[in-house]
């Protein structure tokens, strides 16, 4: 099966998990790091999620799953020990049109979760259709080890310098130009050594005008 790649905007939005062990866990801290607002459905909680619940950070309905606890969800995840119980929350997804992940469990799945990498704002996924979760979860870690923090200081600074370029006089092309000329072969490097005189003069190559990093960074773009 073919899945459409796609990156959704959890901010603020319900998301419930069904269980409650390292999984189910595991799951949750993904959901809380994009901002949603999450429930977590089951009798009892591994000891991380009871400190979120002890932390205010989650709600808990402290019992089973039963129908109806998927009224007012954007997304759900399962991830129970339960086949009986992951077959009800598909059933209930279906039916409410609510975007599902059933852990270890593809077929009952309407979405499914990359192995990702994380360095700031640039996210990484790989995916392997469902086919080898093992695969990707090793070409992650490769990725971890080839992408260090440098790219997040690189997105950084590119992103504070785009409204720069885009509030100038290049049309639609010549921006798209520019944004390539910034990204100099050796950009990454500069970043690494932190060798900011030297990132600092290729912008200011690249704009035609003097650029001050420690302006730039004050000024978020």
């Not at 049109?97 to 990498?117: K, Q, R, S, Y």
Request: charged fraction near 25%; glycine fraction near 8%.
């Amino acid at each position: 099966m073919n899945y459409f790649p796609i990156c959704l905007d959890l901010n603020n939005r319900s998301c419930l998990v069904v269980g409650g062990g390292a999984v189910a866990s595991r799951k949750v801290r993904q959901l809380l790091a994009c901002g949603a607002n999450v429930s977590v459905v089951s009798p009892e909680l591994c000891s991380n999620l009871a400190e979120l619940v002890k932390s205010g950070e989650i709600d808990w309905r402290e019992r089973p799953y039963q129908s109806g606890d998927l009224r007012g969800a954007f997304l759900a995840i399962a991830a129970t020990d339960d086949p009986a119980v992951h077959s009800a929350v598909y059933r209930e997804a279906e039916a409410s049109g609510i975007l599902l992940n059933v852990a270890d469990e593809p077929h009952w799945c309407n979405f499914i979760l990359p192995a990702t990498m994380r360095r700031g704002n640039l996210t990484v996924s790989i995916s392997t259709s469902g086919k080898s979760p093992a695969l990707a979860r090793n070409l992650r870690r490769q990725m971890e080890e080839q992408f260090g923090e440098e790219y997040d200081l690189l997105l950084q600074l590119l992103g504070n310098l785009r409204p720069l370029v885009l509030e100038g006089e290049e049309d639609g092309c010549g921006n798209k130009e520019i944004f390539e000329r910034l990204i100099h072969p050796d950009l990454l490097v500069w970043i690494r050594e932190g060798d900011w005189t030297a990132v600092e003069k290729h912008i200011q190559d690249v704009l035609g005008q003097r650029i001050s990093l420690a302006d730039l960074d004050k000024s978020g773009g």
